[in-house]
């Protein structure tokens, strides 16, 4: 992401920056049917208006186009992305499970609750609310044009839905 970002970086434009108040606003160049939008960069405070810096720790490209004129935007990733860190993570040594057999007894009965259900299927559960006229938005618009005497909705709607 960082040499991504530090590449798109390129194509925009710091249009204005406080030295003293380490706030810059950048604008990115028109590509692809988007673009020309402006973003608010907070070096001092490590945020964007984007907010991708704040989701991912590490400077989005309108934060690295601000660090390119004075900081390393690689100094300011955030320190869990640091090699100390990653290997501090996994320092100590895991120990394996032992087997089942191996376990201690629990000090309380263990009791299978069939309200927590476990999902075999893949996909989102099947809605068990039984629906009612609320849920079909054109039927609702169709009934309050009848009742306010305005038949104009009914014409522009699509065949299927009269």
């Known amino acids: 992401m ?17 030295h003293s108040q380490q706030y810059a606003s950048v604008v990115t160049r028109r590509q692809n049917g988007h673009g020309i939008n402006t973003y608010v960069v907070k070096i001092a405070n ?10 991912f720790g590490i400077p989005c490209s309108h934060a690295q186009k601000v660090c390119a004129y004075n900081i390393s935007a690689a100094s300011i990733v955030k320190d869990y992305y640091d090699l100390m860190a990653y290997n501090n993570t996994y320092f100590k040594h895991f120990e394996p499970m032992q087997s089942e ?62």
């Not at 960082?2 to 406080?18: D, L, P, R």
Request: aromatic content about 10%; charged content about 30%.
């Open 101 to 162: 057999d191996y376990w201690d007894d629990p000090n309380f009965p263990l009791v299978h609750d069939p309200t927590i259900r476990i999902s075999t299927c893949l996909g989102r559960d099947q809605t068990t609310r039984i629906h009612n006229e609320m849920d079909w938005r054109q039927t609702r618009a169709r009934q309050e044009a009848q009742q306010q005497g305005d038949f104009s909705i009914q014409e522009n709607m699509p065949e299927e839905d009269c």
């Open 46 to 55: 490590r945020e964007c208006s984007c907010s991708k810096w704040n989701r």
């Open 2 to 18: 960082f040499i991504s970002w530090q590449q798109k970086a390129i194509e925009h434009t710091v249009t204005k920056y406080s």
